[in-house]
């Protein structure tokens, strides 16, 4: 397949898809009925399902997707790793643990919204950290690191506020939210995260020529004029945006930025720039296939589209280990 072709075609599998998302689910409302109760109001259940049910679910799995895929591929290129994805610098982990201290608090009740601006918090710390790191002569390792070091106390606070819970149903609806998922969301979720998306998903993509200088060598690099430190804040606040919106209103959905630019090199030129749309589009289509799917795995308990990642994520993660040990034998 021709490189350029590929974001066009996966292009079409997304807008396919998201037409899909919109036909399927435990209510007999067919895509057709469905948009004429938009357009005419003469159906006002099946309108109501759409527009607060099926649209919502449908923008947010597009943008989310879309997200994960772009910033997989961005990070996999200035990291020149194999195994980055979009969760390796925090910002998921924080995000996590913003919402789940919002639940401990008793402060989700309190209002609509009280849950993803907990979550922006909690990754607007995250982002504060690596901005300081980064105003220094920070080099990818030491974001990796600092990373890590985010993600594992996030992780480590998030089970002490499980454990010293007082109330058995805060702790399930944590552990509920932590699985990922996009079923009952609102208009208003994709009001709220959708345009930090698209801010973090543009300011991802205008790294793309500065990541195919970097395949070369960071001493080329910067021969050819990038400046590493103005890349890496990019890149920073650009996945932060986008990751850190998508985490807020629909918990932690792991592997799709880790897959899907693995699976997609192979159709491009592999610069790193040409993969950038490519995987956007690639995680958008993943994302809403998994969606798709959970409304008909278990019907009467709808599965959480996060578990579906992992379980397609997790062994080809696991693949990768393997051979990338393979390799350097």
């Known amino acids: ?52 049910i099926r649209i919502p679910r449908a923008l947010l799995g597009l943008g989310i997707g879309f997200s994960l895929g772009l910033c997989g591929a961005a990070l996999q290129g200035f990291l020149r790793n194999p195994l980055a994805e979009p969760g390796l610098i925090g910002v998921s982990g924080a995000a996590s643990f913003g919402a789940v ?19 922006l918090a909690g990754a607007a710390f995250a982002v504060l950290f690596l901005l300081a790191l980064s105003f220094g002569r920070a080099s990818p390792m030491t974001l990796i690191l600092a990373g890590v070091a985010v993600t594992s106390l996030s992780g480590a606070l998030t089970a002490l506020a499980l454990n010293l819970s007082p109330n058995p149903f805060a702790a399930y609806e944590v552990i509920f939210w932590l ?12 009001a709220v995260a959708l345009p930090l998306m698209a801010a973090g998903c543009v300011i991802v993509v205008l790294t793309g020529r500065a990541l195919d200088a970097l395949s070369l060598g960071e001493d080329a ?49 592999r610069r790193p720039s040409t993969l950038l749309l490519a995987s956007g589009f690639g995680g958008a289509t993943l994302l809403l296939a998994a969606d798709i799917a959970v409304r008909f795995i278990v019907p009467d308990r709808e599965l959480n589209v996060g578990v579906v990642t992992a379980l397609i994520g997790a062994p080809f993660f696991l693949w990768l280990v393997i051979r990338s040990r393979r390799e350097l034998t």
């Open 1 to 52: 397949m021709n490189p350029r072709f590929a974001p066009i075609v996966l292009a079409l599998a997304t807008a396919a898809l998201f037409m899909a998302s919109l036909a399927f689910g435990a209510a007999p409302v067919g895509l057709a009925r469905g948009i004429a109760a938009l357009i005419t109001g003469d159906d006002p259940v099946a309108a109501v399902i759409m527009r607060e």
């Open 101 to 119: 201290v919002v639940f401990y608090s008793g402060i989700a009740g309190a209002f609509a919204l009280a849950v993803p601006a907990g979550a």
């Open 179 to 190: 699985l990922g998922s996009l079923k009952d969301r609102s208009m208003t979720d994709v």
């Open 221 to 269: 690099a910067s021969t050819l004029g990038i400046d590493l430190r103005r890349v890496s804040l990019l890149l920073v606040v650009g996945v932060a945006l986008a990751v850190g919106a998508g985490t807020a209103v629909s918990g932690a959905i792991g592997f799709v930025g880790l897959v899907v630019p693995h699976l997609l090199r192979p159709f491009t030129d």
